[in-house]
């Protein structure tokens, strides 16, 4: 296959993906792992509205290219034909500063089955952007253009690139600029987050800043601050797109994906709603995943249920009582009980 071949089909490829309004899991380091992606994608499978795709926490670029395992241990779907269990697909994010080093990587992880890289200039954690990864790279629009220019050039012409932002570092000044690398650099769609570096996750979004981004020849997803369907529909009306990336919302409401569309759908209804009692036995599935020790498996479930709270009167009766249990089995059953 030559490469006008390949590139014929990556654009068909992304003319099929965004024929419809696309629903994304984001990637959220230290919570969208492969096994909450594997929950969260099976719940949305089964309510009838699965995501279109999900994006992987990213994986650290420095030094060298990176060896298989690494790729295995951050996206364990590449062994699956990059998907999970219920069939949805998983691209591979990039995180780091040097071209030549990313290209490498990102061809690599092509070989390895990655159906579409994507490339991370939006993380915030300090650690992060203290060794010049993520959001600190917005402050370097000329670098963020060398980036995906190379991955772009990097790897196979049918594979899609694509770069996840932020609005800006401290402040919005450089959009603009931003807005122009993006646009020389041969990316084939861009996720924006609609807040800055510096506004964190402190609402709100600034959903409406990201319409100059509509200029750009490529399809915009919106991403940031949506927690219920009405959220939603006001992020694409000021964002002046219909696709949206579900972030922390999803995972505080695992049906938020099938609540989104619903006023607009003939095919969801009030029977989509996921209840407590529904979402029990996909908690206990998370317990007892076998990736982890039970510490961690124990301290990460925490992590969710502190999440759930927001989104289920039960989940903060249940957190009440186990929040200082470190049994797995004790949490087990009390869990259990909560949904008498």
């Known amino acids: 296959m030559n490469t006008n071949q390949q590139l014929q089909i990556r654009q068909n490829t992304i003319h099929q993906l965004f024929a419809n309004p696309v629903r994304l899991l984001a990637p959220m380091e230290g919570l969208t ?9 099976q719940i949305a499978s089964d309510l009838g509205r699965p995501y279109d795709w999900s994006v992987s926490e990213f994986i650290r670029v420095t030094q060298h290219v990176l060896p298989a395992h690494v790729f295995y241990k951050y996206v364990p779907e590449l062994r699956h034909d990059a998907k999970t269990a219920c069939g949805t697909l998983i691209h591979v994010q990039l995180l780091g500063s040097e071209a ?6 990102a061809a690599y992880a092509a070989e390895l089955g ?22 600190i790279l917005l402050d370097e629009p000329e ?7 190379a991955v772009r050039q990097a790897v196979p012409a049918d594979i899609p690139v694509s770069a996840k932002i932020r609005l800006g570092y401290t402040d919005t000044s450089l959009m603009d600029d931003i807005r122009g690398a993006i646009n020389d ?23 409406d800043k990201i319409q100059s981004f509509n200029a750009l020849d490529i399809p915009v997803i919106a991403n940031g ?3 219920n369907a009405k959220h939603a529909q006001n992020c694409m009306v000021q964002a002046g797109t219909e ?8 995972v505080t409401r695992p049906d938020l994906i099938a609540q989104v569309d619903r006023e607009h759908s003939q095919t969801l209804n009030n029977e989509k709603t996921l209840l407590w009692q529904d979402l029990i036995a996909h908690q206990i599935k998370f317990l ?5 020790s039970d510490i961690v498996l124990v301290g990460r479930y925490k992590q969710w249920l502190a999440m759930l709270t927001k989104g289920y009167s039960e989940a903060k009766i249940l957190w009440n009582s186990i929040k200082r249990e470190k049994n797995k089995a004790a949490i087990i059953s009390a869990l259990q009980m909560s949904a008498q």
């Open 33 to 41: 792992d492969p096994l909450m992606r594997q929950i969260l994608t």
């Open 100 to 105: 030549q080093l990313m290209a490498d990587n």
């Open 114 to 135: 990655a159906p579409a890289i994507d490339i991370n200039f939006g993380c915030p954690a300090k650690t992060v952007n203290s060794h010049r990864g993520g959001s």
């Open 143 to 149: 670098t963020m253009y060398q980036i995906i220019s």
């Open 185 to 207: 650099s041969g990316a084939d769609w861009l996720t924006i987050h609609a807040r800055t570096k510096t506004q964190g996750y402190k609402p709100p979004a600034y959903w």
């Open 225 to 227: 601050e949506i927690w």
């Open 243 to 250: 696709h949206l990336m579900l972030g922390r919302g999803a």
């Open 288 to 292: 007892q995943g076998t990736a982890k």
